[in-house]
């Protein structure tokens, strides 16, 4: 979770930002069809992911009658945790375990689908680590790291962000050679566009620190590829 101290400047073009791609808890818990005290219930469970931004604002209201102060906090959910609340409704999921296990069968799916789709790595994490690497994974959706990097907080969304950059990291060596041959560039471009379609849009103040930044804009401009 991210928890942002806002000035007031900026306070509404970010908050344009955050209710076009999120949803708020209320927003959320109505898709859902339950209550804020059941969705807490979940996180706390281990079941359901924390929201992936937290803004605090300090109010100060001055009228006739006096001078008022008060805090605000609102909490901010990637929309596509929507569909993992419905999953877990479906399958009657009420422990962690159980959330794991689901989580797991996305994952793999998603994986092997990418597979199919010609999308190879060498690197460990996808073969003889996977194991670790999923649960790695879970404990990272739970604490929103994916609704933060992804477009929609989807689990295939996270799987396209884990392949997309080890693939990338291994044409490119971790993003330092000067350049990649003509072989490799249909591959990095293969993976530069899997994770196109997967990382979010940051807010500008996130921009420049962002993998959207360093994965694609950053890697279109040095090797001059095009992803259109």
């Known amino acids: 979770m991210i928890l942002l101290y806002i000035y007031p400047v900026k306070i509404m073009s970010l908050l344009n930002h955050l209710n076009t791609h999120f949803y708020r808890t209320e927003e959320l818990c109505h898709g ?27 109010i ?7 001078l008022y102060e008060c805090e605000e906090f609102t909490d901010y ?18 422990s962690s375990a159980q959330a794991y296990e689901l ?15 010609g999308f190879e790595c060498h690197d460990e994490c996808f073969s003889d680590d996977l194991c ?14 994916y609704g ?17 950059r080890v693939i990338v990291d291994e ?8 350049s990649v041959s003509i072989e490799q560039r249909p591959r990095l471009l293969q993976a530069i566009k899997l994770l196109n379609r997967a990382f979010s849009h940051p807010a500008k103040h996130e921009h420049n620190h962002s993998l959207r930044e360093r994965y694609i804009d ?7 590829l095009s992803i259109k």
């Open 103 to 117: 989580f797991y069968q996305h994952y793999t799916q998603s994986l092997s689908k990418c597979q199919q789709q």
């Open 171 to 178: 044409i490119t060596e971790g993003r330092s050679s000067p």
């Open 132 to 145: 670790e690497q999923i649960q790695t994974a879970w404990q990272q959706y739970l604490c929103s790291k």
């Open 148 to 164: 933060v990097l992804s477009q929609n907080g989807l689990i295939e969304e996270l799987v396209h962000i884990e392949l997309g």
């Open 77 to 94: 959910y990637p929309r596509g945790c929507t569909q993992w609340g419905l999953d877990l409704i479906k399958h009657k999921i009420s």
């Open 60 to 66: 100060k209201c001055s009228s006739f009658l006096g």
């Open 32 to 58: 859902l069809k339950i209550s804020a005290e059941q969705l807490y219930d979940w996180q706390q469970t281990g079941l359901f992911p924390k929201p992936s931004y937290s803004i605090q604002n300090q």
């Open 218 to 224: 950053a890697l279109i401009s040095k090797y001059d």
